[in-house]
């Protein structure tokens, strides 16, 4: 069974940067559809990114030019370069494939790595 490991998170200052990385184990992630989803308190969890096999890429309108996902060419880590981080960006950071890993009737999800912008 894949699982998946997210990293990179922290605490930053508004206009900041973070690296994400999403390392996966037990399954390739170069052949899947990849995306960074976010959770922010109370809020539903959102697709932010995503990446094709073929490094194709698509953004939310809400990080469009400020986020870059990509992928390793080993193509079993995933990154997500956050610049010009605002506090609306605060929430946990999840990878996933698109759509998300299923585990019986439930979705799987790693623990997700904590981003917090202050401003």
């Known amino acids: 069974q894949v699982q998946l490991v997210e990293s990179g998170g922290g605490l930053v200052q508004a206009g900041g940067s973070l690296r994400l990385s999403c390392a996966a184990s037990?399954?390739?992630?170069?052949?899947?559809?990849i995306g960074w989803y976010r959770q922010a308190p109370g809020k539903e969890r959102e697709l932010v990114a995503r990446?094709?096999?073929?490094?194709?890429?698509n953004y939310a309108d809400s990080v469009k030019d400020r986020f870059t996902i990509s992928r390793d060419n080993f193509g079993n880590t995933v990154y997500l370069q956050m610049n010009s981080l605002k506090s609306e960006d605060t929430a946990v950071y999840y990878c996933n494939t698109v759509p998300p890993v299923r585990r019986g009737d439930y979705d799987y999800w790693g623990q997700g790595t904590q981003v917090t912008v202050s401003s």
């Open positions: 990446i094709t096999p073929g490094r194709s890429t």
């Open positions: 037990g399954s390739t992630l170069s052949i899947k559809l």
